[in-house]
């Protein structure tokens, strides 16, 4: 079946630390998305990318890094400089750039949690 | 740059009864709209969306949402609500090709 896959389900970062979520799709979709959600102030964009080797700054890019060598796969790396990492992190996609009406597909999401 | 508010962030109701779920937005053009429904610790899943097609749109499980230009909304409806409807729910507008601006995010509360 085709779909996102996340990866782990859970994470647990130490002080100081940075840690990889990974997100990898088979739906051959060029535009690939980071949310981050926080209870109560929805989906806020962390990272996304239009197609391999390219991506820009969401509004919420501070203390977050990404990677695009592949179409399928796009990680998002959390950082010691990101001061409140602990959130909700799902990864999305969708066929292309200029898909403005199309709908996104999520992945199950990972949760991050600081020790 | 596009918006939307969700008002109401908790909602609760019996089940049969009526489900609304509040949606506005701000945008100084014809916006691409959703509705996005997410279960506990899951992904979001897409109800149904606006594309100007239609003003009224059929979504999935008996949801539907009506498009009022004059009022700047895109409020979500059920008629019958059932216990399987308790998730979250979020409104979104289409900022660009390339972004999708979410709402905070309503929960709703089924009781039997």
């Known amino acids: 079946d085709g779909g996102i896959t996340q990866s782990p389900k859970y994470l647990f970062r130490k002080e100081g630390q940075n840690v990889t979520l990974s997100c990898e799709q088979n739906?051959?979709?060029?535009?690939m998305y980071w949310y981050r959600q926080d209870p109560g102030q929805g989906l806020r964009l962390i990272y996304y990318s239009q197609i391999v080797n390219d991506f820009q700054k969401g509004d919420i890019a501070e203390g977050y890094s990404v990677s695009r060598e592949k179409k399928e796969s796009f990680p998002l790396t959390v950082t010691s400089a990101q001061k409140n990492p602990t959130a909700f992190y799902l990864c999305?996609?969708?066929?292309?750039?200029?898909?403005?009406?199309?709908?996104?597909?999520f992945g199950s999401g990972t949760q991050l949690s600081v020790l | 740059a596009q918006s939307v508010t969700q008002l109401g962030s908790h909602v609760s109701v019996s089940e049969g009864a009526l489900v609304l779920l509040r949606c506005n937005y701000s945008s100084s053009v014809p916006p691409y709209l959703f509705w996005y429904v997410q279960y506990p610790n899951q992904g979001l899943q897409l109800l149904l969306k606006?594309?100007?097609?239609?003003?009224l749109v059929k979504g999935i499980n008996g949801f539907e949402a009506e498009f009022k230009k004059s009022e700047t909304s895109f409020h979500l409806t059920k008629p019958s609500a059932h216990m399987s409807d308790a998730a979250e729910y979020f409104c979104?507008?289409?900022?660009?090709?390339?972004?999708?601006?979410f709402g905070t995010g309503t929960r709703l509360q089924v009781f039997p």
């Open positions: 999305a996609s969708k066929p292309g750039r200029h898909a403005q009406g199309e709908k996104l597909f």
């Open positions: 739906l051959n979709h060029d535009a």
């Open positions: 606006y594309t100007s097609a239609a003003t």
């Open positions: 979104a507008v289409s900022d660009s090709p390339d972004k999708l601006i």
